[in-house]
């Protein structure tokens, strides 16, 4: 059964880089058959996509985000990773990374359970 | 880039009622449109793809419906479990643009 699961510091401060990362277990991020992403939630708002890799190393940014974004990947330890710069106080959120079946019209289909950051002096 | 409008932003049903919910893209998707259902503090969960096809393990009193610009996700017999915040997502940009959700409160 595949799980995702996010790690990474819950306090960041301004104008710091925020780094996560979601270790994947029960399956391979090595796949062709899936897209690895991150998703985020502010506090009693909505969802808003930050960017996804594929195995190929290949990623893809939400255009809002792009300057301070990046998404890694590490084979060896069937993790990807999600780092955000220049962080401000509207980052604070709730980050879920996430799975996409490849191909067009699939959504996402496993989620990790989410992690809170917030970002204060 | 493409927006997406839920309609209504809340509502309030009695189990055992048939919900609609709407989703408006600013351009056309096709059927590139899911649906998620999220319960406080919990992950989103995927319940329809491309517009109308269920997602494994999710109850048949799901349907999705639409394609173009307007779309429709119904609960037929809305059952307690079902009380939640219902998201579209479109994939047609590569974007993976989120609606603003609709609440859905037990009358």
């Known amino acids: 059964q595949l799980q995702l699961q996010e790690s990474g510091p819950g306090l960041v401060k301004p104008s710091e880089t925020l780094s996560l990362t979601c270790t994947v277990s029960g399956g391979s991020i090595s796949s062709s058959s899936y897209y690895w992403g991150w998703i985020r939630q502010p506090p009693g708002k909505g969802l808003e996509w930050i960017g996804s890799i594929y195995y190929s190393g290949s990623t893809y940014y939400n255009p809002s985000l792009k300057s301070r974004v990046t998404i890694s990947a590490d084979t060896s330890k069937n993790q990807f990773s999600l780092k955000l710069s220049s962080v401000t106080a509207a980052d604070t959120a709730v980050y879920y990374c996430a799975r996409r079946p490849s191909g067009r019209g699939y959504g996402m289909d496993v989620w990790g359970q989410g992690t809170t950051v917030t970002v204060s002096s | 880039d493409i927006q997406m409008t839920q309609s209504p932003s809340s509502l309030s049903a009695s189990v055992g009622d048939r919900v609609t919910i709407t989703c408006r893209a600013s351009q056309s998707i096709s059927s590139y449109l899911n649906w998620y259902q999220q319960k406080p503090g919990k992950a989103p969960k995927l319940l329809i793809y491309?517009?109308?096809s269920l997602q494994s393990g999710v109850p048949s009193r799901f349907s999705g419906s639409g394609s173009g610009t307007d779309f429709t996700l119904t609960i037929s017999s809305l059952q307690p479990e079902d009380f939640a915040t219902y998201y579209c997502q479109e994939n047609y940009s590569n974007l993976f643009t989120f609606g603003g959700g609709t609440k859905v409160e037990i009358k």
């Open positions: 491309g517009a109308s």
